[in-house]
T-cell receptor
């Protein structure tokens, strides 16, 4: 069965520093996609970045990059130059090739950025 | 605002009552998803529509739950005979094109069952 594991319930980072949020996944499907979403305290889920299983390069979107290590089944999110507004819950999610696109989410990591 | 909208944002009800939530997706999106998120957890998939057809349902969607998308536009999620365990955030998301396209989420409806 497909599964997403986020082992860091909470993380602290100093403003302007980089931080890595861990995500490992499990699937037997060779075709899958990995997503990261941000959920501020207001509740809405904000899409950050996507990595396809066949993508040759790691995805980047502004200050966000995804460290994709296929053999290790990990898809860690790297946030560079942290800002106070980055404080939120971060969820890693996966869609596998056999699904209609519904996402499987991890339990999330709460990131707190310190001034 | 052209994002996904949900109504109501908050709903408090007594156990045993029926509730209905509405989701308006981004207008050109043909795919619509419902998720449920309980405290301290990530969202869990409930059901999926492509246009007006409900193509997939999670085992979490008991027979007390029903969802519709009558004209392939907005969708409703109804919970009959609510239970305290139904208390959660109900999230709607929409996307277009292939399944790997990102899903855009609405603000959610927070349900509290007393």
């Amino acid at each position: 069965a497909q599964k997403i594991t986020q082992t860091q319930p909470g993380m602290f980072v100093q403003e302007k520093e980089a931080v890595t949020l861990d995500c490992t996944y499990d699937t037997s499907d060779p075709s899958y996609g990995l997503f990261w979403y941000k959920q501020p305290s207001s509740g809405e889920m904000i899409f950050l970045i996507y990595q396809g299983s066949y993508d040759q390069q790691n995805a980047t979107e502004g200050r966000y990059s995804l460290n994709f290590q296929k053999a290790r089944k990990s898809a860690n999110l790297v946030i560079s130059a942290s800002q106070l507004g980055d404080s939120a819950m971060y969820f890693c999610a996966m869609r596998d090739g056999g699904s209609q696109g519904n996402l499987i989410f991890g339990k999330g990591t709460k990131l707190s950025v310190k001034p | 605002d052209t994002g996904v909208s949900q109504d109501p944002r908050h709903k408090i009800t007594k156990r045993g009552q029926n509730v209905t939530f509405r989701c308006d997706p981004i207008s050109e999106h043909n795919r619509l998803y419902w998720y449920r998120q309980t405290l301290g957890q990530g969202p869990e998939f409930l059901t999926y529509f492509q246009n007006e057809a409900q193509l997939e349902k999670s085992r979490l969607l008991s027979d007390r739950f029903s969802a519709e998308r009558p004209k392939g536009s907005f969708s409703t999620l109804e919970i009959q005979r609510t239970e305290q365990g139904d208390s959660a955030m109900y999230l709607c998301a929409s996307s277009s094109g292939p399944p790997y396209n990102e899903q855009f989420f609405g603000p959610g409806t927070r349900l509290t069952v007393l």
